[in-house]
C-alpha cells in the first residue's frame, strides 16, 4: 500500500459545527503532516508529527486540533471554524528526516458556511 | 513555449510540444530540489527530484535543470500529452534545515489537444 487515504473527501460544515477530518497510511511512515491549501495557491504546512508526537506547530489557531492516536492515523479537529477557513486539507506522510518518499493524499475539500 | 514561473503562472501548449516550467528560489542554502505535478481535484504527486550537487536530472520524458549561480530551476516536459495539463510546484529543502519541503508558488500548465 502506498497510498495517503484521507476522508471524508468533501465536508460542508456550520460555523458551529465540530468535526473531525482523517488521514490514513499503512507505509510504515513514522511522520505526518497536515497543511492547508487555497485555490491557485502553494500548500501550507500547518502541522507535523513525528513518531507520533506534535513536532511542528506553524502558528495554527487553536480551533484547528491535531491528533496522532498511532503511527498510521492522523486526525484533524476542526471547531468553531470560520468561512476564510475553507480549503482544501491535505495530509501526507514520509520517514522522518527523509528526502525522498513524501506522500500526500488527495484531500479533504472543507467549506465553512 | 516558456514560463517565468513567478511572473506567468499560466502555460498554455499543444499536445506534442516540449513545455517549459520555471522556479526561481531565494534561498541559496538549498540544497535539494522537487517538482509536484497536481491535478484538479488530487494532492501533490511528486515528478522528479535534484540535489544541489547535480545540474541535470532525467525522468521519463522530464528533465530537471538546476542552475545554482542564479537560483533557478526548471522543469522540461518531452512531448506534452493533455495529461500532464495540472499545476506544477517547485519546492526546496534547506541544507541542514528541516527535512519539510517548502513550496513555491505554482505554474497552471494548460496542454490543448
Known amino acids: 500500500d502506498t497510498e495517503v487515504t484521507q476522508t471524508p473527501k468533501h465536508l460542508v460544515m456550520g460555523m458551529t459545527n465540530k468535526k473531525s477530518l482523517k488521514c490514513e497510511q499503512h507505509m510504515g511512515h513514522r511522520a505526518m503532516y497536515w497543511y492547508k491549501q487555497k485555490a491557485k495557491k502553494p500548500p501550507e504546512l500547518m502541522f507535523v508529527?513525528?513518531?507520533?508526537?506534535?513536532?511542528i506547530n506553524e502558528s495554527v489557531p487553536s480551533r484547528f486540533s491535531p491528533e496522532c492516536p498511532n503511527s498510521s492515523l492522523l486526525n484533524l479537529h476542526l471547531h468553531a471554524l470560520q468561512p476564510e477557513d475553507s480549503a482544501l486539507y491535505l495530509c501526507?506522510?514520509?520517514?522522518?528526516?527523509?528526502?525522498?518518499?513524501?506522500?500526500f493524499g488527495s484531500g479533504t475539500r472543507l467549506t465553512v458556511v | 513555449g516558456e514560463s517565468v514561473g513567478l511572473h506567468l503562472p499560466t502555460l498554455s501548449v499543444q499536445e506534442g510540444d516540449n513545455s517549459i516550467i520555471n522556479c526561481a528560489y531565494s534561498?541559496?542554502?538549498?540544497?535539494?530540489f522537487i517538482w509536484y505535478k497536481q491535478e484538479s481535484g488530487k494532492g501533490p504527486q511528486f515528478i522528479i527530484d535534484?540535489?544541489?550537487?547535480?545540474d541535470k536530472r532525467q525522468g521519463q520524458r522530464v528533465t530537471v535543470l538546476l542552475n545554482k549561480t542564479v537560483k533557478h530551476l526548471s522543469l522540461q516536459i518531452a512531448a506534452t500529452q493533455p495529461g500532464d495539463s495540472a499545476v506544477y510546484f517547485c519546492?526546496?529543502?534547506?541544507?541542514?534545515?528541516?527535512?519539510?519541503?517548502?513550496f513555491g508558488r505554482g505554474t497552471s500548465l494548460i496542454v490543448h489537444p
Open positions: 535534484i540535489r544541489s550537487n547535480m
Open positions: 534561498n541559496s542554502a538549498s540544497d535539494y
Open positions: 519546492a526546496e529543502k534547506l541544507t541542514g534545515g528541516s527535512y519539510i519541503p517548502t
Open positions: 508529527y513525528s513518531y507520533e508526537k506534535l513536532s
Open positions: 501526507a506522510s514520509s520517514q522522518p528526516g527523509a528526502n525522498y518518499g513524501y506522500t
